[in-house]
């Protein structure tokens, strides 16, 4: 059985972030990189769902929001 090769966190996020771009197409980004198109699509939801998380406080719990 064939063993699937790891893919480093920064090229799936550099990928991903090119494909939201559209500068390129999802088989075009494929071979360039060398990654599953699949694997493309789910780093690019993973982005998209995630991506705001990077610029929360570490600990939102301590920050009261405010009221209008």
């Known amino acids: 059985m064939k ?3 790891s893919i480093p966190g ?3 996020f550099k ?4 494909l ?3 500068e390129k ?3 075009e980004l494929s071979r ?7 694997t493309l699509l789910k780093g690019k939801l993973t982005l998209l769902e ?11 719990e301590r920050i009261p929001e405010a009221h209008s």
Do not use: C, D, M
């Open 32 to 38: 360039e990189y060398g990654v599953h198109p699949n």
């Open 20 to 22: 939201i771009k559209g």
């Open 10 to 12: 920064s090229i799936k």
């Open 50 to 60: 995630k991506g705001a998380e990077l610029f929360e406080p570490p600990n939102k």
């Open 3 to 5: 063993r699937t090769k």
């Open 25 to 27: 197409t999802l088989v």
């Open 15 to 18: 990928a991903a972030l090119e």
